[in-house]
């Protein structure tokens, strides 16, 4: 515990970068995780499995929350009707061609939104959801190794009447991948992703393979790059 109120947990999953003895050295408050690896979905199953509250919120390795995150998450679960809680996750500018042209790209993790409040998808990487909830549906689905456990994860709450909120302020920082090869080869892994959702919910996809959303899907904005940054 920390003196915000809430707890902190790294879960390594058989990281190569010196991640988790950095983590030890640095933030000797954080309780970290180390596992081997093991993918996306049973990291944060384990890291859940170890928190000692009645609220969960996940982030990712590429994220930077802002300071007011928690902050802004908390009060959305005052009100009981929701079960769990995501805001934006925005790319920093970019500082040179090459990094707008994929933040620029599609393909970024979005949330989907049935209207201003209630959403139908919140992404892995800034979703926060009440353990009873969590416990209610086992976690999440450890075939997702890299992607799209977020989906099966939403999809699921809503399937048993669980309500997803949208904080429009609780936002993360959400470094895309800073090469145009490494992100193709992240969205091999989406596609990859795609057809283990298609397999499991054959119910939520068109005939063409499409996923078949009762909302929006929202996307970022324009993006610009500063000359003297190029």
């Known amino acids: 515990m920390n003196g915000g109120g809430f707890e902190t947990i790294v879960v390594d999953d058989g990281s190569s970068d010196g991640t988790a003895d950095f983590v030890e050295k640095k933030f000797p408050w954080v309780r970290l995780l180390r596992l081997p690896p093991s993918g996306l979905s049973r990291a944060r199953n384990a890291g859940a499995a170890a928190a000692q509250h009645k609220l969960l919120a996940f982030t990712d390795d590429d994220c930077e929350p802002d300071e007011d995150w928690i902050v802004r998450l908390r009060p959305m679960f005052l009100d009981a009707k929701y079960a769990a809680?995501?805001?934006?996750?925005?790319?920093?500018?970019?500082?040179?061609?090459?990094?707008?042209?994929?933040?620029?790209?599609?393909?970024?993790?979005?949330?989907?939104?049935?209207?201003?409040?209630?959403?139908?998808?919140?992404?892995?990487?800034?979703?926060?959801?009440?353990?009873?909830?969590?416990?209610?549906?086992?976690?999440?689905?450890?075939?997702?190794?890299?992607?799209?456990?977020?989906?099966?994860?939403?999809?699921?709450?809503?399937?048993?009447?669980?309500?997803?909120?949208?904080?429009?302020?609780?936002?993360?920082?959400?470094?895309?991948?800073?090469?145009?090869?490494?992100?193709?080869?992240?969205?091999?892994?989406?596609?990859?992703?795609?057809?283990?959702?298609?397999?499991?919910?054959p119910q939520r996809f068109s005939e063409y393979g499409d996923a078949k959303w009762q909302g929006f899907i929202y996307g970022g904005g324009p993006v610009r790059v500063m000359l003297d940054s190029v």
């Open 85 to 201: 809680v995501g805001g934006p996750n925005l790319p920093p500018p970019p500082r040179n061609w090459e990094e707008a042209v994929i933040c620029a790209a599609p393909g970024a993790p979005s949330h989907v939104m049935v209207d201003d409040e209630d959403a139908e998808h919140l992404p892995g990487c800034n979703l926060a959801v009440r353990k009873s909830a969590f416990d209610a549906i086992s976690g999440f689905d450890s075939q997702f190794q890299t992607a799209g456990d977020d989906v099966d994860f939403c999809w699921r709450l809503r399937d048993v009447g669980f309500r997803l909120g949208f904080a429009p302020g609780a936002f993360v920082w959400h470094w895309r991948r800073p090469r145009i090869m490494k992100f193709l080869c992240q969205q091999i892994g989406y596609g990859l992703a795609e057809r283990l959702l298609l397999e499991k919910h």
